[in-house]
């Protein structure tokens, strides 16, 4: 792989794993209920599965869906189920008590994170897009692997910085009410993010 090309690719990858997107929301919103240690398996669960699910679409994964569209019909109808549940659990978490930060609600855990990136739609979007327009042709499966380490080495720093930042939202929302208005407004961006799967062609 060139120079050119794997800095283009490193770009793609910071700015795709850094913006607004499931993941981040959901690791916002557990930073803040949670605290950044607690989240910590979310984070890894988020850049390991992510960079296997690179690795397999870039093995020919992708081509199920032109074989069986009917999978891909399937795997939206998972993925609006899935988020709207988390959606909802965002929004009735419990805000941390006086003097501490934690729940009596529970994190996501590392293989649950890991097993989210196949129903997030972002996620497919990213990982369609990098093994389509980075690998090169005659790279093979070498190419497929470079691409889905890059994006690993790449997304935990990213994500890293949205659970810190939720990490700081209890301080700014040191009552209640304000903390459940947050995961609130927060369930409502992660439904937002449903958009481009409801209205693909919007």
């Not at 994964?61 to 999978?71: G, S």
């Not at 003097?99 to 609600?105: K, L, P, R, V, W």
């Not at 949205?162 to 409502?188: D, E, H, S, Y």
Request: proline content about 6%.
């Amino acid at each position: 792989m060139s120079y050119e090309l794997l800095t283009a690719l490193v770009a793609f990858a910071f700015v795709s794993s850094i913006t607004p997107g499931p993941n981040n929301l959901m690791l916002l919103a557990s930073g803040a209920n949670f605290g950044w240690r607690r989240s910590l398996p979310h984070m890894i669960g988020i850049g390991l599965g992510f960079g296997f699910m690179v690795f397999l679409v870039g093995i020919g994964l992708a081509q199920m869906f032109e074989v069986f569209p009917l999978a891909y019909t399937l795997l939206k109808i998972a993925s609006v189920a899935f988020l709207l549940y988390l959606a909802y659990k965002i929004a009735t978490s419990a805000a941390p008590e006086a003097g501490g930060n934690t729940t009596s609600g529970r994190p996501i855990n590392f293989f649950q994170a890991a097993l989210f990136q196949w129903v997030n739609p972002k996620a497919w979007a990213m990982a369609l897009t990098a093994n389509s327009a980075y690998t090169p042709e005659d790279f093979g499966m070498a190419g497929a692997l470079i691409v889905a380490a890059v994006f690993t080495a790449v997304n935990f720093p990213s994500v890293n910085v949205w659970a810190l930042m939720g990490t700081q939202i209890p301080r700014l929302l040191n009552v209640r009410w304000k903390l459940r208005a947050f995961n609130i407004c927060a369930a409502l961006l992660l439904l937002g993010s449903l958009y481009p799967i409801l209205f693909p062609n919007v």
